[in-house]
């Protein structure tokens, strides 16, 4: 919606394994990441990258956080080229499901941190 056609993302540097292994331009893995097929793609993805990236950052730190989002978000790249060898590949959701996931890990690392009961003095519920 809204945005260039294949044949540009291609000169732009979208991944597609039959361009890459031909022409040896294995930069496409990761300029991959910072293309996006239209302005609704591009919208979505920064919406849910600033809802998790601050909550991962904030837990985690900045370096932490863009090294996850950028491991993920090339592993990704190598699994979808792998399993869509024709497809031209764009975005970064490789790396926004790996912020999902570590979200998930802080989630079940911390389980019974989420449903503590605070207690006063007496024994009573803190509220």
Known sequence: LFGPKPEVLLLLGALQMREMIQTGSWYRLVTAVVLHGGLLHLGIN???LGFLGRAVERN???VETA???FISAIGGNIISCLMQPGYILVGSSGGIFGLIGICVADIVLN?????LVFRNYDGSSAG
């Open 46 to 48: 920064l919406f849910v």
């Open 111 to 115: 389980w019974k941190i989420l449903f």
């Open 67 to 69: 090294s996850i989002f």
């Open 60 to 62: 985690h730190g900045t």
